[in-house]
C-alpha cells in the first residue's frame, strides 16, 4: 500500500469515528497513529524486491541499449544526407560497418579494457573477449544481467567511431577506415571509459560525466580532428583563400537522422540511470527525459535565431546540428540542472556549430557534417557545465577534459599518419573526382542521377 491510499485510510477512519457517536471519544488517538503510520512511508525509497528489480534495471538497459544502436541508423541517414550523392553509398557502408566493428571489438577485447575491475587506475588488463552468463542463469547479485549491461555499454562504443566516419567523409578509403575504426573500438575508447566509469583515476579525483559528453562525443570528436588534419581537406573545398560550398545530397534525410539521433538520445541518456527499481530510480528518468529533450529543443532555437541574425536567412543545417550540440552538451549531467538550466545549457551548445562551423573552414579543416563543434567543442562545453549543479567538481572535469585530448589525439594521430604511411588513406584524385561509391563499393546510391561535382 502507497503512502497515499494510507493518508486517503486515514482520513475516511477519522471521519467515521466522528460521525459515530460512541466512537467520537477515540478520534483524536485514532487519527494520529493512521497520519504516522503513513507519514513512515517513504516513496522515493520505496523499492520493489528481489527478481523484480532485477527484471526492470536488465528491462531499462535493453530498452536503452536498442534506442542507442538505433542512432546508428540516425548518424547514417544523417551523413547520407550531408553528402555529395557519388558518395552516398559508401558514407553508408562505413557506418553499418563501423558498428559491426564496434560490436566485435568490444566483445573481444575493449568490454575488460574499460571495466578491468582492480586496476592501476590508468591502463587496465587485456584479458579476452568477455563471457555472459549460461543459459537460464542470472547472477542477482548484480542486480541486473550481465549481457544487458554489456549490450548498452557496447552501443556507446559504436557512436564514437560514426562521429569520426562524418567528419573524413567523402576522401578516405574504406579499408584504412575501418582500420582506424577496429583500434579506436577495441582500446582507444575502452581506456577513457576505464578512467571514469571503470572507476580509474578520473572517477577517484571526482571528475563527473553521467551519459559521456567527454567519455563518449569528445573521445569521438578528438579522433575525428586528428583524422581531420592528417588526411586533409576534399578536393576543391577550398581554394586561394575561397571556401567552395559543397552542398548535402539530401536534406530531408539528413533531418531524419537528426531526429533518429534525438529519439535515440533518451536512451543514450535516459538509461544511463542504470537502475529502474526504485519509486526514485523512475522518477529520476523521468527528469533526465525532460532535461535532455529541452535542451535539444534550446539548442535548435539558439541556431535558428544564430543564422538568421548573421545570414539573415535561418540554415537548416546549423538547425539540425544546434539539436545534437544541445543534446551533446547537456549529456555529461542530465539529472542534477532543474529545466530550465538544462535550457541554458542545450542553448550555449546550439550556439556553438555557428561559431566553430566557420572558424573551422578559416583553418581550412574541412568537417562534412559539423561533428567537431557537435561532438568535440560541445562536448568540452556540457563537462564544463557539470560544475554549475556541482561547483567542487571543476578542476577534476578540466583535468579530465586535458587527460582525455591528449590520450587521444596522440594514439589517433599514430593510427592515422601511420595508415598514411602504409597503405594510404586517401583515393586517387581520379577517384575522389569522380566519387567514391563506385570505386569503393561498386553501387551508386542514386542510379541515373548526376553526381554532384
Known amino acids: 500500500m502507497n503512502a497515499y491510499l494510507l493518508k486517503l485510510g486515514a482520513a475516511g477512519l477519522t471521519a467515521l469515528l466522528v460521525s459515530h457517536p460512541v466512537l467520537a471519544a477515540s478520534a483524536v488517538e485514532a487519527a494520529p497513529v493512521a497520519e504516522a503510520a503513513a507519514e513512515a512511508v517513504d516513496p522515493v525509497a520505496e523499492a520493489v524486491g528481489g527478481g523484480t528489480a532485477y527484471i526492470l534495471n536488465t528491462l531499462l538497459f535493453l530498452i536503452g541499449g536498442f534506442l542507442v544502436m538505433w542512432m546508428a541508423a540516425g548518424f547514417a541517414m544523417l551523413e547520407a544526407g550531408l553528402v555529395r550523392t557519388k558518395n552516398t553509398s559508401t558514407q553508408c557502408l562505413k557506418n553499418i ?3 559491426s566493428i564496434a560490436g566485435l571489438m568490444f566483445w573481444v577485447i575493449g568490454y575488460n579494457i574499460a571495466y578491468p575491475g582492480d586496476f592501476n587506475g590508468i591502463i587496465g588488463g587485456f584479458t579476452g573477449w568477455y563471457p555472459m552468463q549460461d543459459v537460464g542463469v542470472a547472477d542477482v547479485g548484480t542486480g541486473y544481467s550481465v549481457a544487458s549491461d554489456w549490450f548498452f555499454q557496447m552501443v ?6 560514426s562521429i569520426v566516419s562524418g567528419t573524413v567523409a567523402e576522401r578516405v578509403k574504406i579499408v584504412p577506415f575501418f582500420i582506424f575504426v577496429t583500434i579506436l573500438t577495441g582500446v582507444i575508447y575502452p581506456v577513457v571509459v576505464s578512467w571514469e566509469w571503470g572507476g580509474g583515476f578520473l572517477d577517484q579525483m571526482g571528475f563527473s560525466d553521467f551519459a559521456g559528453s567527454t567519455l563518449v562525443h569528445s573521445t569521438g570528436g578528438w579522433a575525428a580532428l586528428m583524422g581531420a588534419l592528417i588526411i586533409g581537406p576534399r578536393l576543391g573545398r577550398y581554394t586561394n583563400g575561397k571556401v567552395n560550398v559543397f552542398p548535402g545530397s539530401n536534406i530531408p534525410l539528413a533531418t531524419l537522422g537528426t531526429f533518429i539521433l534525438w529519439l535515440g538520445w533518451f536512451g543514450f541518456n535516459g538509461a544511463s540511470q542504470l537502475a529502474m527499481g526504485t519509486v526514485g530510480d523512475v522518477s529520476d528518468v523521468s527528469k533526465i527525459f525532460v532535461n535532455t529533450n529541452m535542451a ?5 532555437v539558439v541556431a535558428i535565431i544564430a543564422t538568421q541574425l548573421r545570414y539573415g536567412k535561418a540554415d537548416i543545417t546549423m538547425a539540425l546540428n544546434g ?3 544541445g543534446l551533446v552538451a547537456i549529456t555529461a549531467e542530465p539529472l542534477a540542472p532543474n529545466v530550465g538550466t538544462a535550457i541554458v545549457i ?6 556553438l556549430p555557428v561559431v ?5 573552414d578559416k583553418l581550412q579543416i574541412d ?5 567537431i563543434p557537435v561532438h568535440l567543442v ?3 562545453w556540457g563537462t564544463l557545465a557539470v560544475a554549475i549543479s556541482t561547483p567542487e567538481v571543476l578542476v577534476a572535469q578540466i583535468v579530465g577534459i586535458i587527460a582525455t585530448a591528449v590520450w587521444v589525439s596522440a594514439v589517433s594521430a599514430i593510427i592515422w599518419f601511420a595508415l598514411k604511411a602504409t597503405i594510404g588513406v586517401r583515393p586517387s584524385e581520379e577517384v575522389e573526382l569522380a566519387g567514391l561509391d563506385v570505386h569503393e563499393t561498386g553501387v551508386e546510391a542514386y542510379p541515373g542521377l548526376a553526381n554532384q561535382a
Open 323 to 325: 539539436a545534437l550540440a
Open 296 to 300: 535539444a529543443a534550446a539548442g535548435v
Open 97 to 99: 560497418g563501423l558498428y
Open 346 to 351: 542545450g542553448g550555449i551548445g546550439g550556439i
Open 156 to 161: 556507446f562504443c559504436a557512436t564514437t567511431a
Open 356 to 360: 566553430f562551423v566557420p572558424l573551422l
Open 367 to 371: 568537417d562534412v557534417v559539423g561533428a
Open 378 to 380: 560541445a562536448g568540452i
